[in-house]
């Protein structure tokens, strides 16, 4: 069950004060600034400006690849296995101490509901942390079995200077699930975040520090994907970029690193993850909180979202009312408040484009329910969640990531077509299926064309399940679970005559 964090006025001025405080790029053991563009920060909700962010220049990002290196050749580079998952542990128990603040700070600069930054964001980087330190001390190199006058080793060995580019909607805990297993596997990072929210980025940077990393091993450069991205992915002394955000760009960093030193690239991108449910479903009251939780979480700002719903014909009026229902129970508004579940959007460009994509479905389909929950505050970027039923399979909202709190729901009568449908897109993140046969379920499963499919559940999985997907969705690794080391590690053969 949720804890309800307890908060006054002097920890939110306090948590203002901190994030005016992280305003330019962390090089080494402290920040950097070099003159070039400062960029205002500003809450999702009220507008107000929270910081102002001196983004990284081309030269910011050399230094920051420079220090990264140096870290390499010294202290961290030469570091032993077990101070290395010490060092990550340390990090992990730190950020548990300063709990609070990193889910004021992750609200504030995000938008997400106190609730859920409290309750989902900073334990999960925790949890994702120490099981990357686990990582460190138990997972082993190979030795295959020994033939005549032969002994061979497989051997993982750092990749470098890793570089991770960050989205918007998680920061903290997509920094972990990427600066964890990339510290575990012995490298040095230099992080991008996105240029909406640099906050927690740069926090968590300064914490590494304070207790006990080297210098140089995590490094900060907030800045535009045209710059700091752009300068990260066609450095020759990077050896790897792991990126999470849309298609669009983790084409550039392929393309990037086809006119450099063909760093590794991993890219976790865009999903229109569909839900099935099985025709054999009588009653929807077991599935109603994941399905319902699956496109309000975060305000559908999560690439695992479940965007669109096939549903049997038969439970088409059970399903209206549970969504409607279901919508009530997230009431809308200030981050801040503890009741709220549905927050702001994280800019005004972007809830721009979601409201866009709402008005143009509105104009050819009237068949949609709106949020009736109660509403506190007032924001431009409060978009209220609706469901759009019986959309047409041509529709932008049935066929393009939304990235809002918006749900498409078809209704079918062919399981075999409803699957067809469910994959007819280039994209192939998640999907769900809900459902009470196991057999129906298993081979439901398994013709899903997603890299990560849950069952009667609105998921991704633990610390110890690959996450990642197909097609469009993804490329070149990975993350969580023991698979994510290896976007992380060069592959090393020895083969010795004996």
């Avoid at 101490?97 to 900073?122: C, M, Q, T, W």
């Avoid at 503890?338 to 005004?348: C, E, H, K, M, Q």
Wanted: proline share 5%; glycine share 10%.
């Amino acid at each position: 069950m949720d804890r309800i964090p307890t908060f006054g006025v002097s920890d939110l001025k306090q948590i203002r004060a901190t994030a005016r405080r992280l305003d330019t790029s962390w090089i080494g053991d402290g920040f950097s600034r070099d003159g070039g563009e400062v960029r205002a920060i500003a809450s999702p909700f009220d507008g107000e400006t929270i910081s102002e962010v001196a983004f990284a220049s081309e030269k910011q990002v050399g230094l920051a690849v420079r220090a990264a290196r140096g870290a390499l050749k010294a202290e961290w580079g030469t570091m032993r296995h077990e101070g290395r998952a010490a060092l990550i542990r340390a990090l992990a128990d730190a950020v548990e101490k300063n709990r609070l603040e990193f889910a004021l700070l992750e609200s504030l600069d995000v938008g997400k509901p106190i609730l859920h930054s409290y309750n989902d964001d900073v334990p999960t980087t925790v949890g994702v942390l120490r099981w990357y330190a686990s990582l460190v001390e138990t997972a082993y190199d190979l030795s295959p079995a020994r033939r005549n006058g032969v002994f061979s080793q497989i051997v993982r060995e750092p990749q470098g200077v890793v570089g991770i580019v960050l989205p918007w909607n998680y920061p903290l805990t997509t920094l972990a699930l990427k600066v964890g297993p990339a510290l575990a596997a012995g490298n040095t990072v230099v992080c991008k975040p996105a240029d909406d929210t640099p906050l927690t980025t740069l926090r968590l940077a300064e914490l590494a520090i304070e207790i006990g990393f080297p210098a140089g091993v995590i490094n900060v450069v907030p800045g535009t994907g045209a710059v700091a991205g752009k300068a990260l992915g066609l450095h020759n002394d990077v050896s790897a970029i792991n990126f999470t955000g849309s298609t669009a760009t983790g084409r550039r960093f392929l393309h990037y690193s086809a006119d450099s030193n063909l760093k590794e690239i991993s890219l976790e991108c865009g999903g229109k993850n569909p839900a099935i449910i099985l025709p054999d479903v009588k009653s929807l009251d077991r599935f109603a909180d994941d399905i319902s939780t699956g496109f309000l979480m975060n305000s559908g700002q999560l690439c695992s979202s479940i965007s669109r719903v096939l549903a049997p014909r038969a439970l088409q009026g059970d399903l209206r009312d549970m969504l409607i229902a279901k919508m009530k129970e997230w009431p809308i508004g200030d981050p801040f408040d503890p009741a709220t579940r549905i927050g702001p959007l994280v800019s005004d460009a972007h809830a721009a484009k979601v409201n866009r994509a709402i008005d143009t479905e509105k104009r050819h389909n009237n068949d949609l329910s709106v949020s009736a929950a109660a509403i506190t505050g007032a924001s431009p970027r409060l978009v209220e969640p609706v469901v759009f039923f019986n959309v047409a399979e041509s529709a932008d909202v049935w066929r393009e990531e939304i990235f809002g709190p918006v749900l498409s729901v078809r209704f079918y009568d062919d399981l075999d077509g409803a699957i067809r449908s469910a994959n007819d897109t280039q994209y192939g993140l998640s999907a769900y299926v809900f459902g009470e046969n196991p057999d129906a379920i298993r081979e439901a499963s398994t013709m899903l064309d997603a890299g990560f499919v849950a069952i009667n559940a609105f998921c991704e999985g633990d610390f110890t399940t690959p996450f990642g997907g197909f097609k469009t969705s993804g490329f070149g690794g990975k993350d969580k679970g023991i698979h994510s080391l290896d976007q992380y590690a060069r592959t090393k053969s020895i083969w010795w005559a004996t």
